[in-house]
């Protein structure tokens, strides 16, 4: 018995995968900081 | 380089650093993959699948690099007292260990056409696994070190310790297709020459200055995080010590 793939399904799911999770490092890394030093500057305001 | 470890002058170089990298790696980053999957040829051998390259060979090696640079780091930190060189060793882990579990699923993604299994226990993948295992195993200790709430200046000793030990791994995933018999290619790349056709090495090396940008934003990014989070709590601090030390007064 042979199995057949559609390689088109693997290379989306990777990229799916690969292209959300990066993204989604991005986002959270970058409000992260942003909500960190907003805590900074009202701590040095208060 | 002493002259970086200044946090002032750090942050005045991050602040436009890091906006920039970001932009610039998601925009390269972008590109690279759409070439390698819109215009890149397929492989004679593989087929389609080998476009997932464009995206696992960068996550490969930043999981490697950003090891690499936690060494480093930790070392600049134990002999130097680097005040900076520990805050970046901290930052690298998290982006570390997301790159080194993206490179593990896209290449178990790519194992099952071109292999035919999901997963192997060779030399390349298991030590792959094991980098993932020394990410966490660090971002745990660096947690337990602080307590759980991130106080503290830079890492802690035991943390940079672990990562100067990890470090023996990665020579240990560069070699282990050469060292072992392995399903997995050996190295395509190496210094001065690739064993790759230009059609797929060009998107391939833009794809890895696309993801370094990222990666190096994300380090930025954390490393202003962490920062901002030290002096807040500092500044909490000596204001509560003040007002405790007013209260005695009374």
Redesign the interface.
């Known amino acids: 018995m042979t199995?057949t793939?559609d390689?088109?399904q693997?290379?989306i799911?990777?990229?799916a995968?690969?292209?959300g999770?990066?993204l989604g490092?991005?986002a959270w890394?970058?409000l992260?900081?942003r909500?960190?030093?907003r805590?900074?500057d009202?701590?040095?305001e208060? | 380089m002493h002259g970086f470890a200044n946090p002032a002058r750090f942050l005045r170089i991050a602040r436009w650093a890091t906006p920039l990298c970001l932009l610039l790696g998601l925009l390269i980053a972008g590109a690279a993959l759409a070439w390698g999957v819109f215009i890149a040829p397929a492989d004679a051998l593989q087929g389609d699948t080998v476009r997932i390259v464009y995206l696992h060979v960068p996550t490969a090696w930043l999981g490697m690099a950003g090891w690499s640079s936690i060494a480093i780091a930790s070392f600049a930190e134990i002999v130097w007292r680097h005040p900076l060189a520990g805050i970046a060793a901290r930052a690298v882990a998290l982006p570390g260990a997301v790159f080194t579990a993206v490179c593990l699923l896209t290449g178990s993604i790519w194992g099952r056409p071109a292999w035919g299994t999901w997963w192997v226990w060779d030399g390349r993948l298991t030590s792959m696994l094991v980098l993932l295992f020394l990410y966490c195993g660090y971002m745990a200790l660096e947690a337990a070190a602080r307590g759980g709430n991130g106080a503290g200046q830079g890492q802690s000793r035991m943390a940079a310790i672990f990562g100067l030990v990890g470090a023996v791994n990665i020579p240990v995933i560069h070699y282990s297709v050469v060292w072992w018999n392995s399903l997995h290619q050996p190295p395509s790349i190496t210094m001065g020459k690739s064993a790759m056709a230009g059609a797929f090495l060009w998107p391939l090396l833009v794809a890895v200055l696309g993801f370094s940008l990222i990666f190096g934003g994300v380090v930025l990014a954390r490393m202003r995080a962490i920062l901002a989070d030290e002096q807040a709590e500092a500044r909490l601090r000596r204001k509560a010590l003040r007002a405790s030390a007013d209260e005695g007064e009374w």
């Open positions: 199995e793939f390689q088109w693997f290379v799911a990777a990229y995968i690969g292209g999770v990066t490092l991005v890394s970058w992260s900081m909500r960190a030093e805590r900074r009202r701590a040095r208060s």
